[in-house]
């Protein structure tokens, strides 16, 4: 009797304990000093992108690396995905604008599959459609969704798609044949955060992490169900979300003192967390992933590290890019800078140590 009654005890509490949300509380945005950003990495280097008359980019709203040697880069003012070289050399480019069978009037985002070579194209306003293609830029097939909400950021995981709706605060799981399922819900009323190409969804090597933007959450999506990974507090929380509640999106830039962080690229290992996030000014937190202790916070500044002292920048990047080759914990963003003659366009490599 008693071991069975012992038996019944250890299997509840497995069951509480490995079901249990892992909750860490992160304090961030208490520091305003310079952090010391050259400790925490371990290169950073530049991609001078060769552009030809034919192969333009305007601007560089995502990357991501395909294999050791080739990225695919969305450039969202031209409508347009490109792929390039680990050198800089733009080879292929996509771009069908238009409003018959295989085009689209606008793109919002991508996400590839490796292991089968395959590459999700999220596009339209109106009615969401996802082009399936592979490497090459060659059609597969569209799937286009009849529930007519707006879908603006995508991520393929555990053979899923997972969609995020701005307007709806909401992660929906979708596997083509039924309605989308709503997933996540943001818990905050954000309606006055203005949403820009920051992303949701955070890959770091087989996990999948979801921050929508302005929410105090971040999840780890596990079987299909999202999980809260930890929280995010900082001095005046509920003094911001209510400012932000009764704003517009077109008031963003008045209430920027006011306004909850922005997270905008998320590293995260077996010891610590390295969060990339923007209020006001540009910042990066580094906490213990167990107890959610703080060990480093403050404002980053030239993330160059002078590496380039002869190129004049003609415009501090406003956040980081999507991680692009995140099993080696690399970072890219995007910079116009000028050596001699035009302003030309770039990434910015660093790896974190």
Not at 187 to 214: A, I, Q
């Amino acid at each position: 009797m008693k071991l069975c009654l012992l038996t019944v005890l250890f299997m509840t509490g497995l069951l509480f304990f490995g079901c249990r949300e892992h909750r860490v509380d992160l304090e961030i945005g208490e520091n305003d000093a310079p952090l010391a950003f050259d400790e925490y990495v371990e290169s950073v280097s530049m991609i001078k992108i060769a552009e030809t008359d034919d192969m333009m980019i305007a601007d560089i709203s995502k990357a991501v690396m395909i294999d050791d040697s080739t990225y695919i880069v969305m450039d969202r003012r031209q409508r347009a995905l490109l792929k390039m070289t680990r050198g800089g050399k733009i080879v292929d480019k996509f771009q069908r604008i238009g409003r018959g069978p295989g085009e689209y009037t606008e793109i919002f985002d991508f996400d590839i599959d490796t292991n089968n070579g395959r590459l999700f194209l999220l596009c339209n306003r109106l009615l969401s459609r996802i082009m399936i293609m592979d490497f090459d830029f060659k059609m597969e097939r569209s799937v286009d969704m009849d529930d007519r909400s707006l879908y603006q950021r995508i991520a393929y995981f555990e053979k899923e798609w997972y969609l995020y709706s701005h307007d709806a605060w909401t992660i929906y799981k979708w596997d083509e044949h039924d309605m989308p399922t709503p997933v996540i819900q943001s818990e905050r009323s954000n309606k006055g955060v203005f949403f820009s190409h920051v992303p949701v969804f955070h890959k770091n090597g087989n996990e999948l992490y979801v921050n929508m933007g302005g929410d105090d959450a971040v999840y780890q999506m596990k079987n299909g169900r999202g999980e809260r990974f930890y929280t995010l507090n900082w001095h005046d929380k509920e003094a911001g979300y209510h400012i932000v509640s009764q704003l517009s999106p077109d008031d963003n830039l008045r209430y920027a003192k006011n306004a909850p962080p922005i997270i905008q690229s998320l590293i995260i290992d077996d010891k610590k967390i390295i969060i990339f996030y923007s209020r006001i000014n540009f910042r990066m937190a580094v906490a213990d992933i167990n107890t959610g202790e703080i060990l480093d916070d403050g404002i980053v500044y030239n993330v160059l590290n002078n590496s380039s002292p002869t190129l004049n920048i003609n415009r501090e990047p406003a956040q980081f890019l999507f991680i692009v080759d995140s099993l080696t914990n690399q970072n890219y963003y995007n910079i116009h800078y000028q050596a001699s003659g035009p302003y030309e366009t770039a990434l910015v490599r660093y790896k974190m140590k």
